[in-house]
């Protein structure tokens, strides 16, 4: 967890918060292993990207005009990451001068539903902190050298990831993600008992699900939990309740029709699982 304080009217929504969370991890490594450790990130962070169906940018950001460590040092970080991404096969684009202060990077930007470029992962090599640590390893050679420290965030602040998340689903999120997946609901008293038992069906299976089995009209609770973009509605009347089945109502497909509850139950749960 990270504090900034942010300076006044800079604060935005979930974008820009003054108290946000990191998935900060670092890699000490031989310089000789850069490449290789890089492109296991880059795959990484390919795989949990495309989960979401998101498009992700790659810029290489070279050394800056105030910088720590000398440029044969700065030489060999850049050339280290230009070989990892070639070898991904990814095209990138260049962020010349915008490296940190102590190596260059790797940033990945993803755009919004509105277009907006947002930065969030990111590949970082340090070839300053390990000196000022005073930290060695011994090589083959039996002679100490120097690692390298590797910084990388594969979702950068989860904050703006999550308002990220919003737009680019518009809140129609897909059912291993939406914090709602399922909504139980009766159409009148007479079948609250059989609402009750599908709702205990789903959330024993691990589904998140809620039940509303008031006395409110069908029609009325349709509209509510299309407007809150529910994926799955389950709407249970008196012949339902005779059958044993459930009536689905997708978000993204319609009118599903009357099933059995185990084979809806593990259609959501199929649904459910998450994609890496």
């Known amino acids: 967890m990270l504090h900034r304080n942010e300076l006044s009217g800079a604060l935005s929504g979930l974008t820009r918060v003054r108290q946000f969370s990191q ?9 000789s292993q850069i490449a290789e450790e890089v492109f ?30 000398d440029d044969a040092l700065w030489d060999e970080a850049e050339e280290a990451l230009r070989d990892a991404l070639n070898r991904s096969g990814r095209p990138y684009g260049m962020h010349e001068g915008d490296g940190a202060f102590y ?4 940033d990945f930007d993803v755009k919004d539903a509105l277009g907006r470029s947002h930065q969030c992962a990111t590949v970082q090599l340090d070839y300053q902190l390990p000196r000022r ?16 420290v590797i910084h990388r965030a594969v979702f950068g602040s989860f904050e703006r990831f999550i308002a990220i998340l919003i737009e ?33 069906a789903l959330r024993d299976a691990g589904v998140m699900v809620t039940a509303d089995l008031s006395d409110a009209k069908i029609g009325y609770k349709i509209r509510e939990t299309h407007g809150q973009k529910v994926p799955y509605m389950a709407i249970i009347g008196e012949k339902e309740q005779e059958d044993g ?6 978000r993204d497909e319609g009118d599903l029709g009357a099933i059995s509850v185990d084979d809806f139950v593990a259609r959501v749960v199929a649904e459910g699982v998450l994609p890496f």
């Open 40 to 69: 296991k990130l880059l795959s990484l962070i390919d795989h949990v990207y495309s989960a979401f169906g998101m498009d992700v940018e790659l810029n290489l950001a070279t050394r800056p005009e105030e910088k720590l460590g």
């Open 133 to 148: 640590f005073d930290l060695s390893y011994v090589g083959a050679d039996n002679q100490a050298h120097v690692p390298v």
């Open 103 to 106: 190596g260059p990077k790797i």
């Open 245 to 250: 089945t459930v009536s689905i109502r997708s």
């Open 168 to 200: 680019h689903y518009g809140g129609n999120f897909p059912v291993w993600l939406a914090p709602e997946q399922v909504r139980v609901m009766t159409v009148s008293e007479k079948s609250a008992e059989h609402g009750e038992a599908v709702y205990k």
């Open 23 to 31: 998935d900060d991890g670092h890699i000490f490594c031989m310089p």
